[in-house]
């Protein structure tokens, strides 16, 4: 009887790691995609009101795939300028 438990233990905790690594890797990908979008929305918006500009910004890193997404369009396939 311990030898079905250990049994079906082993695939739960493989499943768990299994688990935690794709984990890992989705939040190391939003993190670089927050710091591009941070980078992207503070660089853009510098002519604004400093206060302003701070809001954009954290509402950019917030939203960021949304940001980079509407970056990439706008600003590089419609030829838009930062300033």
């Not at 302003?52 to 590089?76: D, M």
Request: charged share 15%.
């Amino acid at each position: 009887m311990n030898n079905e438990l250990i049994g079906a233990e082993l695939p739960n905790e493989n499943k768990q790691s299994v688990s935690w690594g794709k984990i890992s890797i989705v939040m190391f990908c939003k993190i670089i995609i927050s710091i591009v979008a941070f980078i992207l929305a503070w660089d853009c918006n510098r002519n604004m009101d400093m206060s302003l500009r701070i809001l954009t910004t954290i509402i950019a890193t917030i939203f960021s795939e949304i940001y980079v997404l509407y970056y990439s369009f706008y600003h590089i396939f419609m030829g838009a300028r930062c300033y």
